[in-house]
């Protein structure tokens, strides 16, 4: 990933990586981004969509650690895809529309 100029900007006006700041640029463009979107749509990086979708699912208060069957049968694929109609990830970061 190259760094823009932008996404440098950016960093020193918000308290997120170059990286970060440049994933969100990539997606809505160069014209669009500002440090405060990007700070108030990033919601952080995961390995998958699934994975995403299941730490979401535990930080707001969906699932508990004493779930039992059914709730430990859940289709994570199908409500990942569900999700990312709310967000869209670039290089492992995910960031909320707004």
Excluded: H
Excluded at 6 to 16: F, G, P, R
Excluded at 59 to 84: F, H, Q, V
């Amino acid at each position: 990933m190259t760094i823009s100029k932008k996404a440098e900007q950016m960093t020193e006006e918000n308290s997120l990586s170059e990286e970060i700041n440049q994933a969100y640029i990539d997606n809505v463009g160069e014209d669009y981004a500002t440090a405060d979107q990007v700070e108030e749509a990033y919601v952080g990086k995961y390995s998958t969509d699934e994975n995403f979708a299941q730490e979401l699912a535990e930080e707001i208060g969906a699932l508990s650690d004493n779930e039992k069957w059914p709730y430990t049968c859940i289709d994570w694929k199908l409500a990942a895809r569900e999700l990312m109609y709310d967000y869209f990830e670039v290089d492992g970061y995910y960031f909320r529309n707004l």
